[in-house]
């Protein structure tokens, strides 16, 4: 499980650096409000754990929105494993992406 999750994060982290980087400007933080209003079930409640399998759900107000667009890219091309997530993902589009990343990236400040 330990090799598994230090592939996974050598694979986010190669995607990261890869990636072309996106500014604040890309994303419309109003438009992402609307966008991520089923993301903000899980991710907008402080301290929510999921319960199967049991985890902590990460807090992403005030996260990078490169590193948010990099991580939703990688849930919709299953190169991160969530089924939830990469469900999610699958319906959005690359502005969706940067909407939402934008949105979050402002939230909670």
Known sequence: MKTTYISSLAMLLAATLAAPAISLAEGDAGAGEVKAFTCMGCHGVPGYNNVYPTYHVPKLGGQHAAYLV????????????????????????????????AFFAGYGK
């Not at 089924?83 to 992406?97: E, F, K, N, R």
């Open 70 to 101: 990099t991580a939703l890219q990688a849930y919709k091309t299953g190169q991160r494993s969530h089924s939830t997530m990469q469900a999610q993902a699958q319906t959005l589009s690359d502005q969706d992406m940067q909407d939402i990343a």
